[in-house]
């Protein structure tokens, strides 16, 4: 497998407070990538430093190509959907009209009104609040829109930052399968941000540890999740 | 999956009151154009100036009611729209309905404009910068550099256009039905504007900025875009206001102008554009009602009506309809 995103050396401030100081990662063609850490790691910043939202410097190559100067729209136009922390749901359009803000860069009008319904497709529950105004969704059901929405831009590469924060126990197990099968059958590669370290190394393939703001350990996810001592010191589990 | 999910119930619901809908607009159009034929001329006037703040109100909504970006400074727009048509008829002849086109297009040109440096200010910054901008406007006006187009403090007087092609019309009567000509347009147009992928994005940006460019979507570009439409709209009404009251002076646009579009905007609702209407009919009768209750008082009258409409109806006639409507379509149900 080729790399489809590759960041070296990414460094990020917010004003004056330096928040990430060099990461490097990667994430595969089709692949499943995870950075672990707890609060203050910097892993929202990371995601958002890869969308061009922070003030950011270092490498970052997508699909051969660098982004590390493009702005934030320019980025979602080449193919990264970043379902963000806080779900950033358009909350007094109703449902459809915020899947159908995702596909708002393509033109071909047919296909766009087919991937509503494959959305609805995956979340059933957004199908039954089609109407409804977004703000008004539960925390779940407004993560499942966020995720079908980024689905909406026809991504390579999707952004999850903690998409389990805030769910039922129940409702983050069937979230996580559903991400698997959107990797799987829809080749989306992932890039996902966890504190949940377990259900993101069963999902992912490549998994990094974050501790404020730089990268401690880095392997196959099946590695860190068969090894006890990492677990134990980072993971807490 | 799919087979799994229920149909949705949305269409059904919505067939019969989009008709209901149409039907509605129809015959507000007919009391629309059958109003001149029963009332006195002076009402004829007070109705077409109704029309005329509806646009201008129509232009502030999209800005602040679909888009979230607010503004003081709408007074500048309607005076540079009334000052554009103004001196057209005054110094060039300009026939007086292809001043609006022109009137608009500047405005269209001096909003983007000021919406692009605007992009950097957001909430109550924003309002400060076009509250400048709405203060310095009459002033502007008033500068004897320019006094050869504006006319100075004494301002442009326009000549009253007749009904054309010998239609048995009073002057007034003729103006309504051309300002509710253009109103018509301008609002089927608005409509449609927000029913787009454009009113989409717009309404994306006001929602959450950050989530919208995630989406791809240019925010600077929308943002002074919407700015021009807005200020285009607000121009063509100080266009049609000037036709219509047939005098242009600057203490006619003053900061006060642009309160009283902002409190049409919040009489009628912000963001839903019929409500406009009911905003302009608002900002013009009932002024005119407080001063009939105490001469002294007037202001103090209509600050009173203004509090007491927002505790009754925090979402102004917006909120009042809908509700209406859902009492009727419960009853149509059952």
Not at chain 1, 72 to 84: M, Q, S, Y
Not at chain 2, 17 to 38: D, E, K, T
Not at chain 2, 130 to 137: E, M, P, Q, R, S
Request: hydrophobic share 50%; aromatic share 10%; glycine share 10%.
């Amino acid at each position: 497998m080729t790399a489809l995103l590759e960041v070296r050396d990414l460094h990020a401030s917010y004003g004056t407070t330096r928040v990430l100081h060099g990461l490097s990662f990667g994430v595969l063609e089709g692949g499943v990538t995870t950075l672990l850490g707890g609060n203050g790691a910097g892993k929202t910043t990371t995601l958002r430093a890869l969308c061009g939202m922070v003030l950011r410097t270092g490498e970052i190559t997508f699909a051969g190509r660098s982004i590390a100067h493009l702005s934030t729209e320019d980025i979602a136009r080449l193919g990264i959907a970043h379902v963000p922390d806080g779900r950033g749901t358009f909350v007094r359009l109703t449902v459809e009209e915020n899947l159908e803000l995702g596909a708002i860069t393509r033109r071909d009008r047919n296909a766009i009104a087919q991937d509503v319904e494959r959305v609805f497709g995956y979340f059933p529950i957004l199908q039954k609040r089609r109407g409804q105004q977004a703000g008004t969704l539960s925390g779940g059901e407004q993560q499942m829109l966020a995720i079908g929405r980024a689905l909406m831009l026809q991504p390579r590469l999707m952004l999850l930052d903690e998409p389990s924060f805030g769910l039922a126990p129940r409702l983050v197990r069937e979230l996580f399968g559903i991400l698997a099968a959107l990797n799987k059958s829809e080749g989306v590669s992932l890039l996902v941000v966890e504190q949940n370290a377990a259900l993101a190394l069963d999902l992912a393939d490549q998994a990094y540890l974050v501790e404020t703001g730089r990268i401690v350990f880095s392997g196959a996810a099946r590695e860190i999740r068969e090894d006890e001592k990492i677990r134990r010191s980072y993971l807490g589990y | 999956m799919l087979e799994s999910v229920p149909e949705p119930a949305v269409p059904d619901v919505l067939a019969p009151s989009l008709i209901g809908r149409n039907g509605l607009m129809l015959a507000l159009l007919a009391v629309a154009l059958l109003l001149p034929f029963v009332v006195q001329n002076f009402l004829i006037f007070q109705l077409t100036l109704v029309l005329v703040y509806a646009i201008a109100i129509i232009g502030l909504n999209l800005l602040t009611g679909f888009n979230g970006q607010f503004s003081l400074g709408h007074s500048a727009f309607y005076a540079l729209g009334a000052y554009v048509a103004a001196m057209l008829m005054d110094k060039v002849d300009f026939p007086y309905p292809a001043t609006l086109p022109v009137a608009g297009i500047a405005c269209f040109v001096f909003g983007f404009l000021f919406g692009l440096p605007a992009l950097r200010l957001e909430g109550v910054y924003l309002a400060l910068a076009t509250f400048a901008l709405a203060v310095a406007t009459p002033q502007i006006l008033k500068l004897s550099p320019l006094e050869y187009w504006t006319g100075g403090v004494q301002g442009i007087v326009i000549n009253k256009p007749d009904a054309p092609f010998g239609l048995p019309l009073t002057q007034d009567q003729w103006l309504y039905f051309f300002t509710l000509f253009v109103t018509v347009i301008m609002t089927v147009l608005a409509h449609n504007l927000v029913a787009s992928r454009t009113g989409r994005a717009m309404m994306a940006i006001r929602d959450n900025p950050t989530a919208a460019r995630s989406m791809g979507i240019n925010i600077a570009l929308y943002k002074s875009l919407t700015f021009g439409v807005s200020a285009l709209y607000t121009g063509i009404a100080g266009a049609l206001g000037a036709i219509v009251v047939q005098f242009v002076a600057p203490d006619s646009f003053t900061f006060l102008l642009s309160i009283t579009l902002l409190v049409g905007l919040v009489v009628g609702g912000v963001g839903w554009i019929p409500g406009a209407f009911f905003g302009g009919a608002f900002v013009l009768f009932v002024p005119n009602f407080a001063e009939s209750i105490s001469k002294g008082l007037s202001g103090a009258v209509y600050g009173v009506m203004i509090i007491l409409l927002i505790f009754v109806l925090p979402t102004g006639a917006s909120g009042l309809v809908r509700a209406a409507l859902q009492r009727l379509r419960a009853h149509k149900i059952q």
